[in-house]
């Protein structure tokens, strides 16, 4: 046992592990935090809390993940290289760790050109592998990036993003399988609507034997409306929506929209689960968090285990 985190013991007793994602407010707010947390507690076994989400200032992911602990809720904090170095990053996740944090997602961070702040100097003193590695270091072997003793060292499930959908395609799961080496526990991907191809990178992930290796959670979100997925599709790096999903969206009208949005998600969640190598799905439901709760319940998610250990 890495972390003793619920969400590891979910993963290692062999459930389906369902996550979803808390983005905290532009502001001092600690009520919007409480009130996601009550949205989202119960159907769900972890929540990541978003690192200042693209590059926009927020509320910090430590001090709301700090939040939902005092109400009961698993954060998965995020942390990106963008705006720490390595001192300060040590810093954050001792503290993190002294705070009863337990789960964390290591990221590279958005560029603050896509922010509230593009005239920002950015950091990027480490990449999202190198975070990795030395986190894994920090836990196993008990050292500092440089190489001096932790006396008492911070325990965290550690995991990572990855998107199956980039290009060059036939690269995706041996970037990966670089991410498995340095260390990480469990990964997140991007938002799969293209379930066809995100099933041929599955078939290159257990090719390399990584669904053995580490825990895969495949990323799922309901849409709203026809233009947020022609954005998606047209407008978003990195995203594959194919037709089928903008036409069903489509067929539904406006009114039918968000109903619609959240059915497309269920009936993706049933084709994925379905992959030889998934092990749970994170539910990316963008300042929609109260859609979770359904959604969890008619995949047929509902009770969620409560792991022991």
Not at 84 to 102: C, E, M, P, V, Y
Not at 113 to 141: A, C, T, W, Y
Not at 232 to 261: F, L, Q, T, Y
């Amino acid at each position: 046992m890495k972390s003793g985190s619920n969400l590891e013991k979910v993963l290692e007793a062999g459930h389906f592990a369902v996550t979803a994602e808390l983005g905290p407010p532009k502001g001092a707010d600690a009520e919007v935090i409480s009130k996601k947390t009550d949205i989202l507690k119960d159907c769900v076994d972890a929540v990541n809390i978003t690192d200042c989400q693209t590059a926009v200032v927020r509320m910090s992911s430590i001090a709301a993940a700090a939040i939902l602990v005092s109400k009961g809720l698993e954060p998965i904090i995020q942390m990106t290289c963008r705006d720490r170095n390595r001192i300060a990053i040590q810093s954050d996740l001792l503290g993190a760790s002294a705070l009863g944090i337990k789960n964390l997602l290591c990221l590279t961070g958005d560029h603050q050109k896509f922010g509230n702040h593009p005239q920002s100097k950015n950091v990027f003193d480490l990449d999202s592998i190198q975070l990795i590695k030395m986190i894994k270091d920090m836990r196993d072997e008990k050292k500092f990036q440089c190489g001096e003793e932790i006396e008492v060292e911070p325990r965290f499930f550690v995991g990572a993003a990855e998107n199956p959908f980039s290009d060059p395609f036939e690269y995706r799961a041996l970037r990966l399988a670089k991410k498995v080496e340095a260390g990480i526990d469990f990964v997140q991907t991007q938002i799969v609507y293209n379930v066809e191809k995100f099933a041929k990178w599955m078939e290159m992930v257990r090719e390399l034997g990584l669904h053995k290796k580490v825990y895969i959670l495949a990323g799922v979100a309901p849409l709203k409306s026809v233009g947020m997925a022609k954005y998606m599709k047209s407008c978003v790096p990195g995203m594959d929506v194919p037709n089928e999903v903008i036409e069903r969206m489509v067929a539904v009208g406006k009114e039918g929209a968000k109903e619609e949005g959240k059915n497309i998600c269920v009936d993706i969640i049933e084709q994925v689960k379905k992959i030889k190598g998934i092990a749970g799905v994170h539910i990316m439901a963008v300042e929609w968090e109260e859609v979770v709760s359904g959604i969890v319940e008619k995949a047929g998610f509902l009770p969620r285990p409560k792991a022991s250990g």
